[in-house]
């Protein structure tokens, strides 16, 4: 089997521990069946919502007896419907995302894919929806959100297929994301974000407009924020090809600087959008990461918007 099948994307010792930990919506979703998220519209389960008057063509079993026999008017009464939740995976494969780190750890490519496809295969366990967009020059493969598990199989096999190379083209795969997806969906984008944030904003509201739940993991490895290099050192851009030679001593100044008004203008991003934002460092577990995200989403499950 090819070094990155779908079974390589999956560790069962991971799946395991994160299968006890529910992946919930922080808003209202419109599923196409029953499940564990909550609606805006309303439905039959046993949570109450509210009261609404009568009128007619309603189910006359809805109506409220007791409520009609303190005020001699009729009411209905409301439940919350619960629904599955769609999750569409954005995962950046342009060719920045093939950086590895010089100590040998995880390369940003691999880390991505088995986030994604860990995500997806949670929501998959648990009746949700899923489908996956490529982002990149030569990855513009979409798979639709549907359900089951030959599903998962083709979701997974999209993922293990992606391969970090080109110019990135996450503004635009995020806006045809916003327009294709016709219904509310826990929109998850995996990637470094070296995009402008004043565009990247751009494309998190025009998300947002559409009602859909964001999630950002943000793939950082600790060198590109230390910039400790200490020799000088030949630079290579990894969407675009071009190099340069340069003494590390001489740039770093500079290079943090923009480093740290980068993070800055993204924080304001993520502030003025509401996106739910998770910087993830290559030295850490994935798994941790996917823990934290999971728990941070318990106390936040979808209020009605």
Known sequence: MPENAPNTLLEPAVLSRLLALPLNARQAMLGNVSGRH????RGSSIEFAQYRKYVPGDDTRRLDWRTW????????KEF?????????????????????????????????????????????????????????????????????AA????????????????????????????????????VVVVSDFFV???????????????????????LLDPIELDFNFDRPARFEDMEGGETVLADPSLIAPRYKEVVRQYLTEMDEVIRTTGADYHRAMLSDSYEDILARFLLSRLQKKGGRK
């Open 80 to 148: 919350e419907a619960d629904t599955n939740l769609r999750l569409a995976l954005i995962v950046d494969a342009s060719g920045s995302m093939g950086y590895g780190a010089p100590n040998g750890g995880m390369a940003r490519m691999e880390f991505a894919r088995k986030l994604a496809g860990t995500l997806g295969y949670l929501a998959a366990q648990q009746g949700d929806a899923l489908g996956v967009w490529g982002v990149g020059a030569d990855h513009r493969k979409k798979i639709p959100v549907k359900r089951g």
């Open 69 to 76: 026999g303190r005020t001699d008017r009729f009411y209905i």
């Open 196 to 218: 402008q944030p004043a565009e990247l904003k751009g494309a998190l509201q025009h998300l947002r407009f559409r009602k859909h739940d964001i999630a950002l993991f943000h």
């Open 38 to 41: 909550r609606s805006p519209v």
């Open 151 to 186: 599903h998962l199989r083709l979701v997974l096999d999209q993922l293990s297929q992606l391969e970090a190379k080109g110019e990135t083209t996450i503004l635009q795969s995020l806006h045809e994301a916003a327009e294709q997806i016709s219904q509310r969906a826990l």
